[in-house]
Structures are given as structure tokens and as C-alpha cells.
């Protein structure tokens, strides 16, 4: 089971960008997948949580309104759509499964996602 992440870089403030994972090993479409950061001297923090059939969204409140995740099943990929950047978006950003269903213990825990990816790194600078 592989977790693949790209399409992080380096935008000025106010620009977007589109992270996307590609899983590989095994289909994820029954899978709850998420989107976490990690900025530099800081724990990991959830981003955004979409459910997998029904396309049930969470996002951190930092980033409402700004940032979209999607999914396409048939790709076993998920995305990240990032818009209206912030210099406080600069982190490394990571894609995870959980290993549960969406109504099973938080979808914002690191704990309860079994898989991740190597992390994209997303720059916004002034």
C-alpha cells in the first residue's frame, strides 16, 4: 500500500495551488482519506476529511472557504485544491487513509489514519 503526494511548491500570497495523492496497492473508494500539515517546529494538524461514498467534508476552520478536497474514486486519488494562500499555509503537507468508517472516532486525529503519504512541501511567500 502506497500513498503518493504531489503538486506542492512554492505561490505568492493570494495565489493556489492543487495537491493530489494517487494510492496505490489496493482501492481506497470505501475509505475515509484526509489532508494533514505539518509546519516547521509544529505538530501535525488536520486540514480537511471527505467521507468516501457520500463526499462528506471537514475542514479546519483556518482553512474554510479557501480550501476544497475532493476525490475521484475511479483514480483512487484525492486533491487538495488550495486557494487564496496565506504565508501561514507554508508546511509540508500530507494525505492519509483512515482505516475506519467516517462515523467512527475523529476524522481529524493523526492516530486514526493507517496510511500515509511522504508529504508535498507548499512554500507561500509574501
Known amino acids: 500500500v502506497q500513498l503518493q503526494a504531489s503538486g506542492g511548491g512554492l505561490v505568492q500570497a493570494g495565489g493556489s495551488l492543487r495537491p493530489s495523492c494517487v494510492a496505490s496497492g489496493r482501492t481506497f473508494s470505501g475509505d475515509v482519506m484526509g489532508w494533514f500539515r505539518q509546519a516547521p517546529g509544529k505538530g501535525r494538524e488536520s486540514v480537511a476529511a471527505i467521507s468516501s461514498t457520500l463526499g462528506v467534508t471537514y475542514y479546519a476552520d483556518s482553512v474554510k472557504g479557501r480550501f476544497t478536497i475532493f476525490r475521484d474514486n475511479a483514480k483512487n486519488t484525492v486533491y487538495l485544491q488550495m486557494n487564496s494562500l496565506k504565508r501561514e499555509d507554508t508546511a509540508v503537507y500530507y494525505c492519509?487513509?483512515?482505516?475506519?468508517?467516517?462515523?467512527?472516532?475523529?476524522?481529524?486525529?493523526?492516530?486514526?489514519?493507517?496510511?500515509w503519504g511522504q508529504g508535498t512541501l507548499v512554500t507561500v511567500s509574501s
Open positions: 492519509a487513509v483512515k482505516t475506519m468508517p467516517w462515523g467512527w472516532r475523529s476524522n481529524t486525529e493523526v492516530e486514526n489514519f493507517g496510511f
